[in-house]
């Protein structure tokens, strides 16, 4: 789904074929917005689909609930106890779940579009390993708390970038160069890891096992409200900056002729996409391949060139949600962390993404 603004003029006598493609909405001002119309017909079906996993998501559980009953207890008509269980114990999860997935799926969008690869996800670049390693430090070292660990987490996911990026500069970024620095870049932090996994106490050593799985159990509303205070001030940057982002992908001396700053629009949106990544690893954990699959999945069903920044975005509220339901249901009494079946599923993706790239001569 994208919206972009332009000047459109169509000269006499042009085809009529136009008419089955994007369409064109006027706004005042002289703004014209382009909606794909395959696009927002996916867009739409994410959207539903989304809101029906979230029903079914908030209904599961030790005490079941029918999604008609869920629904009437979310406008208010609901039992005291339906009341409890819905509103204050498995609503902020699931909202948890779709923020977490809305952002890694725009990051996710953002680095693929800047890097012109399809290897360029925040999981293999790096970003998510340093946001682990600041948890990690401040779980081990610092004894800290979960507000601590969540800025930890910020903290180290926005160093990890600083440091990839200036890696991967010379006279600008180039998408491979970007890709082959942030794998060199996550081995590294990957040692750091176990490194001070072996250094760490029982207690504290079970506690970060935990994290490192990546999970939404037991999230409530104090991870709710500052992931969508991030999520509600980076949206509509990034969103903002989607006319450059198509740009950019034609390279980086067509974009400038296009008038577009490219390296500081390449860095701002960078850095957006960091922040969405690090917010989402500080809420749930480190979930791992959502943020490489949505963007390229939502590319597939609608067929469309550019970012696909809205569509990525509810594709990966989607995955996650219906993980969630997975590990809840797909394993008998066994429950999962959610991140151990993005990491089954995306381990499977990956492998796929490798032979099909390279049936084509991409790498």
């Excluded at 369409?23 to 001002?29: A, T």
């Amino acid at each position: 789904m994208t919206a972009t603004t332009t000047t459109t003029v169509t000269a006499p006598g042009a085809s009529r074929k136009g008419r089955s493609g994007p369409r064109r909405l006027h706004l005042p001002g002289g703004i014209s917005l382009r909606v794909e119309r395959r696009a927002l017909a996916v867009g739409l079906l994410l959207t539903a689909l989304a809101l029906a996993l979230a029903v079914l998501l908030i209904g599961t559980g030790d005490f079941e609930i029918a999604p008609w009953d869920v629904v009437r207890t979310l406008l208010g008509n609901g039992t005291p106890a339906n009341d409890f269980i819905v509103n204050d114990l498995r609503l902020p999860r699931v909202l948890v779940a779709l923020l977490v997935g809305a952002a890694l799926g725009m990051s996710g969008a953002v680095f693929q579009s800047v890097s012109r690869n399809p290897l360029g996800s925040p999981d293999l670049l790096g970003f998510g390993y340093g946001s682990v390693v600041g948890a990690l430090v401040v779980i081990i070292l610092f004894k800290g708390g979960a507000t601590e660990v969540a800025v930890g987490a910020l903290v180290g996911g926005l160093l990890a970038g600083v440091v990839v990026y200036l890696l991967a500069y010379k006279q600008g970024i180039q998408g491979y160069r970007l890709v082959l620095v942030g794998i060199g870049a996550s081995a590294m932090l990957i040692a750091v890891i176990q490194y001070l996994i072996t250094k760490a106490q029982m207690i504290e050593a079970t506690r970060a096992m935990v994290w490192l799985t990546g999970s939404l159990a037991g999230r409530d509303w104090a991870q709710v409200w500052p992931l969508l205070a991030v999520c509600a001030v980076l949206f509509p940057l990034i969103l903002g900056q989607g006319r450059a982002l198509r740009m950019m992908e034609m390279g980086d001396d067509a974009a400038y002729a296009l008038g577009v700053r490219v390296e500081r629009t390449r860095l701002l949106l960078m850095l957006a996409a960091i922040l969405l990544t690090t917010a989402a690893s500080a809420a749930a954990g480190p979930i791992s391949f959502v943020a490489l699959a949505a963007p390229q999945l939502a590319r597939r069903l609608t067929r469309s060139p550019g970012g696909n920044l809205v569509t990525a975005a509810l594709m990966g509220s989607v995955l996650l949600m219906a993980s969630d339901w997975a590990s809840q249901r797909a394993f008998g009494a066994d429950q999962l962390p959610v991140g151990v079946v993005t990491g089954l599923v995306g381990g499977v993706y990956l492998l796929w993404l490798l032979v099909t790239e390279r049936k084509a001569g991409r790498i």
